[in-house]
T-cell receptor, first 113, second 115 residues
Framework: DTEVTQTPKHLVMGMTNKKSLKCEQHMGHRAMYWYKQKAKKPPELMFVYSYEKLSINESVPSRFSPECPNSSLLNLHLHALQPEDSALYLC????????????FGQGTRLTVV | AQSVSQHNHHVILSEAASLELGCNYSYGGTVNLFWYVQYPGQHLQLLLKYFSGDPLVKGIKGFEAEFIKSKFSFNLRKPSVQWSDTAEYFCAVNAAYQAGTALIFGKGTTLSVSS
């Protein structure tokens, strides 16, 4: 199994809603990532978890809250988002997080209304 | 901090033409370099990677890249493109942070291949 699975595929939420994005991998990878991708732009790093501990936070606003319940799961909790937060949110994983390749999920297309 | 730059924003080719997409990285030490492709509506897929050793790297779907340390470059090539190669191509470097590493992407090149 070389897949990173993200749910939901699409999400529409109001600015006062609370929602969560989920990501799962069963490749035994110990590093997991959240990226944000706007249309026609490259993925931008948001968070990195290494061995279930938050290791990198790229100055992301607190309305985005990551969580890594175990080595296979990664969540992104969303609260009080703004319309400009509408984007494709990508989850990725890598074996060790020390320079190896990352495997990406198909993403969650988020629209904030 | 490490970064990558891609000079070609949009490349338009006819089928069977040769392809070369430029990528330059900024870090002067040891780097891991990658090319990813994003087909319309699909997830990012790894085309090829360079960690060390032979500077000419072969990847999937007939793509190859050459690591030239003196030029800080890692250009992607394909001798003959197909319509199915239409996609967004991203060069990436593994950037070191205080507590870990993560991929940092170039701005991407949109490749349009006409049949």
């Amino acid at each position: 199994d070389t897949e990173v699975t993200q749910t939901p595929k699409h999400l529409v939420m109001g600015m006062t809603n609370k929602k969560s994005l989920k990501c799962e991998q069963h490749m035994g990878h110990r590093a997991m990532y959240w990226y944000k991708q706007k249309a026609k732009k490259p993925p931008e790093l948001m968070f990195v978890y290494s061995y279930e501990k938050l290791s990198i936070n790229e100055s992301v606003p607190s309305r985005f809250s990551p969580e890594c319940p175990n080595s296979s799961l990664l969540n992104l909790h969303l609260h009080a988002l703004q319309p400009e937060d509408s984007a494709l949110y990508l989850c990725a994983s890598s074996l060790s997080g020390t320079g190896d390749e990352a495997f990406f999920g198909q993403g969650t297309r988020l629209t904030v209304v | 901090a490490q970064s990558v730059s891609q000079h070609n924003h949009h490349v338009i080719l006819s089928e069977a033409a040769s392809l070369e997409l430029g990528c330059n990285y900024s870090y002067g030490g040891t780097v891991n370099l990658f090319w990813y492709v994003q087909y319309p509506g699909q997830h990012l897929q790894l085309l090829l990677k360079y960690f060390s050793g032979d500077p000419l790297v072969k990847g999937i779907k007939g793509f190859e890249a050459e690591f030239i340390k003196s030029k800080f470059s890692f250009n992607l090539r394909k001798p003959s493109v197909q319509w199915s190669d239409t996609a967004e191509y991203f060069c990436a470097v593994n950037a070191a942070y205080q507590a870990g590493t993560a991929l940092i992407f170039g701005k991407g090149t949109t490749l349009s291949v006409s049949s």
